[in-house]
């Protein structure tokens, strides 16, 4: 079956680092997306890998291996705007359908 | 900068109503799709839509849900009889071409059927 598996929530503290892992198991794969999504909004996007490696872009880096079907996304000095539901999902064929984790609530405490 | 748009915001209506969810993508975007997200559960794949066709569709977009691209510029998404399990918010999305990857979501229309 299809896959994708991230924590349901993770709690750090203003100024420090975390780290959200991503599983996936789907049938077709064309990239790995994080996203990020506030209550009530819409998602927007993060960061895009399809080959093994990482890809940084200021603040947040992500992280894929395609051969272990594993990806993570990296917040760095974290800030409280940064509290939202951060989604994992996969691209998994050509016309652009992306196939979404159920979210990670990062929870950003003074 | 360009962004998707959608209308209404907020849709109430009676189970078995018809709807009609309205979305304006990015101009000279090729790729447009429709999402949903049911609250508190992940969001989900509906339809893609290229070319004046659709490219794939979901379980969930039964013989209820069709799309339609009646203009240059809209992009519908109409529910025939709704349920109460239809209640979610719905979100439209585009991208510009084959060689892209990034798909900009609309706002989103939250839809509840009573």
């Known amino acids: 079956g299809q896959n994708i598996d991230q924590p349901t929530e993770m709690t750090a503290t203003e100024g420090a680092i975390v780290q959200i892992n991503c599983t996936y198991q789907?049938?077709?794969?064309?990239?790995l997306f994080w996203y990020q999504q506030h209550a009530g909004e819409a998602p927007t996007f993060l960061s895009y890998?399809?080959?093994?490696g990482l890809e940084e872009k200021g603040r947040f880096s992500s992280f894929l291996s395609r051969s272990k079907g594993y990806s993570y996304l990296l917040l760095k000095e974290l800030q409280m705007k940064d509290s939202a539901s951060y989604l994992c999902?996969?691209?998994?064929?050509?016309?652009?359908?992306?196939?979404f984790g159920a979210g990670t609530q990062v929870v950003v405490t003074p | 900068e360009p962004e998707v748009t959608q209308t209404p915001s907020h849709q109430v209506t009676q189970m078995g109503q018809e709807v009609i969810l309205r979305c304006v993508p990015i101009?000279?975007?090729?790729?447009f799709y429709w999402y949903r997200q049911i609250l508190g559960q992940k969001v989900e794949f509906l339809v893609s839509f290229y070319n004046n066709e659709i490219s794939e569709k979901s379980e969930i977009f039964d013989d209820q849900f069709s799309v339609e691209r009646p203009d240059g510029s809209n992009f519908t998404l109409k529910i025939r009889s709704t349920k109460l399990e239809d209640s979610a918010m719905y979100f439209c999305?585009?991208?510009?071409?084959?060689?892209?990857?990034?798909?900009?979501f609309g706002p989103g229309t939250r839809l509840t059927v009573t």
């Open positions: 890998n399809v080959l093994d």
């Open positions: 999902a996969a691209r998994t064929d050509s016309w652009g359908k992306l196939q």
């Open positions: 101009s000279n975007h090729l790729y």
């Open positions: 789907t049938s077709g794969f064309n990239g």
């Open positions: 999305a585009s991208m510009a071409g084959p060689t892209s990857y990034e798909q900009y």
